[in-house]
């Protein structure tokens, strides 16, 4: 088996075709010609979509004692935002081109519209990326609300009321999994830059002299576990911002990038928040956001070490890391390589033939992997088709039914990325599964 893609420069509409012919992810609203930068995740898309939350969520809450989850609401009012500084400083430099009138993100287009070529601008405006909207039945002032730009600020405001249910004392996190708005002027590159996306992010609060240590690491952890479902070391690296680069929160601020079709970019963000998120909202909501230590007999407002991931922009990247076009025997397949943990599915059960003798041993098969394992099921075309569609869609292993199945009790399972196939009794198949799939 010899690859043929080491690199290649198609990789992003390759993978933008296999999204949406495999089932992965529909451009939005597209019997109306669609929406731009909103995107449907179809059937195995939302699969994959919630594999590669479950693998965050398990990684940093299930398998933490110092972490628990809570899940805010998006619409919140504008005394929020005004805390957090969002009202004031949440912006990107907007520009007119003279000449064909698009707008554009300043500091994404190197001085040349990316539409028509010109070099003419109108001078640059601060842009507030958040929705505005209104709630209730009258509109004004009093009813205006936003919908949120980030996750972050429900973990800010729930500070007393997470302290007070779960008796943790720091260091400890609260971790959230959801929706985030943002009006980004440009959006661009399939889903890495939407303006509807979700985001997986902690806030880590910790004494203020142990921030630099969590800082160090929550970078590693977060590092490490890109690399533990799958993105190659050589597509990985840490980029650390220069002070004059930093949010306005941020005492510290390290990006996990991946080496995407365009360059290396953002994939998550670990920042050193200090204390600025508790202390805003407690100055404008009176609340007192603080930590009394009964050992040493002292009151202080935490730190916050922030991991900020997005789920839809991770995504992503694990498609483009495991996508790969090889030769099986002369043949060319496009396979994805995916962990087993976000594999849409991670078995296929495959009977040889339509015919009803076996359905039988097939279905008993199915129901014997089904509660271990997101199955799929497939009895149309050849065998060898059907191998190569679950290789295009990431499937880690294929369970052939054929008639000798009937007198022997066996099924052949097949692997992905070697293909080699074995022989495995059907009693010993969830086993030998669970062994290849370290469940073991």
Request: charge should be negative; proline fraction near 5%.
């Amino acid at each position: 088996m010899d690859s043929v893609t080491d690199t290649d420069p198609e990789l992003l509409d390759k993978v933008i075709n296999l999204a949406k012919r495999r089932g992965f992810i529909f451009p939005s609203a597209e019997i109306y010609g669609g929406f731009r930068s909103t995107y449907d995740y179809g059937p195995l898309g939302v699969n994959m979509l919630r594999n590669v939350k479950a693998a965050w969520w398990r990684s940093m809450v299930q398998m933490r004692l110092d972490v628990v989850g809570i899940d805010a609401a998006i619409l919140g009012p504008p005394a929020v935002w005004a805390a957090s500084g969002h009202l004031e400083t949440f912006t990107d430099p907007l520009v007119d081109c003279r000449q064909c009138k698009e707008r554009w993100r300043e500091d994404k287009i190197d001085g040349v519209c990316p539409n028509c070529g010109s070099t003419e601008f109108t001078e640059a405006r601060a842009f507030n990326l958040m929705f505005k909207t209104q709630a209730g039945p009258v509109e004004g002032e009093g009813a205006t609300a936003y919908l949120r730009p980030e996750t972050a600020q429900g973990m800010f405001t729930n500070f007393t009321n997470v302290l007070a249910s779960t008796r943790k004392k720091p260091p400890f996190g609260i971790a959230q999994i959801g929706k985030s708005f943002r009006n980004e002027i440009t959006p661009q590159n399939f889903v890495f830059r939407t303006r509807e996306f979700e985001q997986m992010e902690m806030e880590y609060f910790v004494p203020p002299a142990d921030a630099p240590h969590w800082y160090r690491y929550w970078i590693d952890q977060r590092f490490n576990w890109y690399l533990d479902l799958g993105i190659p070391a050589e597509k990985l690296r840490l980029h650390e911002h220069a002070a004059a680069d930093l949010s306005h929160y941020s005492r510290g601020t390290t990006d996990v990038e991946f080496a995407y079709p365009w360059g290396w970019d953002e994939l998550e963000g670990i920042a050193n928040r200090g204390d600025y998120d508790l202390t805003q909202h407690s100055h404008a909501s009176g609340a007192k956001l603080e930590y009394f230590d009964q050992g040493a007999n002292e009151r202080y407002t935490p730190y916050v070490i922030e991991p900020a991931a997005g789920a839809t922009r991770a995504m992503m990247a694990f498609l483009l890391a495991a996508y790969h076009e090889d030769l099986v025997e002369g043949e060319s397949r496009t396979v994805l390589r995916l962990d087993w943990r976000l594999a849409p599915y991670q078995v296929a059960v495959l009977p040889l033939s339509k015919k009803s003798e076996l359905e039988g041993v097939s279905q008993e098969v199915l129901g014997l992997l089904q509660p271990h394992f997101a199955c799929d099921y497939d009895v149309t075309q050849s065998i060898g088709r059907r191998y190569r569609r679950q290789d295009e869609v990431g499937t880690p292993f294929c369970v052939t039914v054929d008639f000798d199945s009937i007198e022997d009790r066996g099924v052949t399972v097949r692997d992905r990325d070697t293909t080699e196939q074995v022989r495995v009794p059907i009693e010993g198949l969830l086993a030998h599964l669970r062994g290849r799939t370290d469940q073991g």
